[in-house]
């Protein structure tokens, strides 16, 4: 089945700083989603990507669909104390049909004082 | 997006005895999803939900097990059965939106569930 590599597996960064996070896949999709949780809470979608090659900006955050429909990745931009949670990937490809996602495993954000 | 809901947020069970998760969302949808995730771990698709046809399942899941019901298109149940500790996790439910449908996913806030 498919499979997402995603990395760094965590983060420790200082507040202000920008972060990278980047997932690939053995397959292509059709669709590359961002999530981030927090203790407690199920995933809340950050971005979503529908087209190779796209862009995509929401606030501080920029993600962008790779031309070869199997990467991604999202930056966040000046980091804050907010930003600390887990943030995952997540491809769909939909082969005519509604699909499940398919997740990474998860890049742990942590911000240093 | 839509709002979801999940019940029980959390709930502790004996080895052998089954448990009932229900989600309920604000707005009709097409596609339900259940997911679990493991202490830690990342999420993994147990089943989609169809309204009016049986759940299909992913492979290392089996309907015996989790057995799936969708009655309308705001509501789904998930029943862990038999439970041992090692189903021991976090069950979310997702509904499709936007685009047409199929295209994202929004999650419910997860039970977790916890097997002794």
């Known amino acids: 089945g498919q499979q997402l590599n995603q990395s760094p597996q965590s983060m420790f960064i200082q507040e202000g700083e920008d972060v990278s996070m980047n997932c690939t896949s053995s397959s292509i999709f059709n669709t590359w989603l961002w999530y981030k949780q927090e203790p407690g809470e199920g995933p809340v979608l950050l971005i979503a990507?529908?087209?190779?090659?796209e862009l995509t900006s929401n606030g501080r955050l920029t993600a962008q669909f790779g031309i070869t429909r199997k990467d991604s990745f999202l930056n966040i931009s000046a980091s804050i104390p907010s930003d600390v949670g887990i943030y995952f990937c997540?491809?769909?490809?939909?082969?005519?049909?509604?699909?499940?996602?398919?997740f990474g495993k998860g890049t742990h954000l942590i911000i240093q004082p | 997006s839509a709002v979801i809901s999940q019940k029980p947020s959390r709930d502790i069970c004996q080895r052998g005895t089954s448990l009932t998760i229900q989600c309920q969302v604000d707005s009709q949808v097409t596609m339900m999803f259940w997911y679990r995730q493991q202490p830690g771990q990342s999420l993994t698709l147990i089943a989609t939900?169809?309204?009016?046809?049986?759940?299909?399942?992913e492979s290392g899941f089996v309907i015996d097990k989790f057995p799936i019901s969708r009655p309308n298109l705001t509501f789904s149940t998930l029943t862990v059965s038999n439970m041992s500790p090692e189903d021991s996790s976090i069950y979310l439910c997702?509904?499709?939106?936007?685009?047409?449908?199929?295209?994202?996913?929004?999650f419910g806030p997860g039970t977790r569930l916890t097997v002794l």
């Open positions: 997702s509904v499709d939106g936007g685009r047409g449908g199929t295209d994202t996913q929004y």
């Open positions: 939900a169809n309204q009016g046809s049986e759940a299909t399942y």
């Open positions: 997540a491809g769909q490809y939909s082969g005519g049909g509604a699909d499940g996602l398919t």
């Open positions: 990507l529908y087209k190779a090659g």
